[in-house]
């Protein structure tokens, strides 16, 4: 038995199918996949993400802190509550995690990270952090839930106060506030409008009920993955790991070489690109019948041979989708491995869909 969430009970009286995930017990769905992807691209849905782990880090030394763990600049950060997406380096430029870090203050940043990498992410702040004098506090008594889709935010600011209501629907993209005591920012990892609301975990179960009540859409793991495949997001472990660079797993944007900033990786970073960046990260639309995995190959006429890190069925488009690791030069018409057979697929520029259109063309 894995670790459970706050929502446990609901999801198990409500028929989900639960997974392992992460070292935790998990929905993958409540009965079907495709009805939930269809929800958040149309309407609602409402996912349980309080596995993932939120961190808060106090000092007057955090900021300086982050600007050594994180390969973005948290120095761009200066308005509270603005938020920024980054990675976690190792010393050979990989990626220990992909997060998000949150500015509350100058003595007071609150980071998310990926639950199957919450223990040597905590290890990893805590051992940098004790140089810096910085608090590192797991808020474990804290829910998360994330409510996605064109209506989603109006589903939200529903169940807040009048002046609450505006204060939320008032949040700029990637900006988070304390609103109605709840903390309420506009993020997600689905290619669609929404908020993410992190709450007193006694208060997860009737945040749920209420906008289950309204109609919003109760989603699991399932269409979770085929939403953030369709929106061109990274899944750590698939996509990136700590041994690939960002540079390699379509992150490049993510890294700042601000003049004189010591990160760690950054080293490794300069000299990958000194030399050239030899595998990059693109997404792949299958031209044939068949189903798209990771761990397929994938064959590039003059460049060579790479991988499917991430594939799936897309409800959306109507067909089989990927992010796959190949050889720089690899352009145009490729082939992929299914099953034995060689299937053709061309190389798109991710992501796939946004807010429920086609990218693609």
Request: charged share 25%; proline share 4%.
């Amino acid at each position: 038995m894995g670790r459970r969430t706050p929502l446990f009970a609901i999801h198990e009286s409500a028929g989900a199918r639960i997974v392992e995930f992460g070292g935790w017990d998990m929905p993958l769905h409540y009965g079907s996949l495709l009805a939930e992807h269809h929800a958040v691209r149309r309407s609602a849905g409402i996912f349980d993400v309080s596995h993932m782990c939120i961190v808060d880090l106090e000092g007057a030394q955090t900021r300086p802190l982050l600007r050594t763990l994180f390969a973005n600049d948290v120095g761009k950060l200066t308005i509270p509550g603005k938020a920024l997406y980054g990675c976690l380096l190792n010393e050979r430029g990989g990626v220990i995690d992909d997060l998000i870090v949150y500015y509350l203050g100058e003595q007071w940043f609150r980071a998310v990270v990926n639950a199957g990498t919450r223990d040597k992410d905590l290890e990893w702040i805590r051992r940098h952090a004790a140089a810096f004098g910085v608090k590192v506090t797991e808020r474990t008594d804290l829910a998360m839930l994330a409510v996605q889709g064109p209506e989603a935010r109006e589903q939200v600011a529903s169940l807040l106060t009048r002046v609450g209501a505006e204060r939320a629907l008032a949040l700029e993209a990637f900006f988070g506030a304390e609103i109605d005591g709840w903390f309420v920012s506009r993020t997600g990892y689905t290619g669609e409008e929404g908020f993410e609301v992190m709450l007193p975990a006694a208060q997860a179960q009737s945040l749920w009920r209420a906008l289950t009540a309204a109609g919003v859409a109760p989603c699991g793991l399932g269409a979770r993955d085929t939403l953030r495949l369709e929106a061109g997001m990274n899944l750590y472990g698939h996509d990136m790991d700590e041994h690939t660079s960002p540079l390699e797993s379509g992150l490049a944007w993510t890294v700042v070489m601000s003049p004189g900033r010591a990160f760690i990786g950054r080293e490794a970073l300069e000299a990958q690109r000194a030399r050239g960046v030899e595998r990059k990260l693109v997404g792949l639309v299958l031209q044939e019948r068949g189903v798209l995995r990771a761990h397929q190959r994938v064959i590039a006429p003059g460049a060579g041979e790479g991988e499917i890190t991430s594939g799936t069925y897309s409800p959306t488009l109507e067909r089989s989708i990927a992010l796959a690791r190949v050889p720089a030069p690899a352009l145009g018409p490729v082939q992929v491995e299914v099953r034995g057979k060689l299937l053709d697929a061309r190389v798109v520029k991710p992501p796939f869909v946004r807010h429920g259109k086609s990218l693609i063309g």
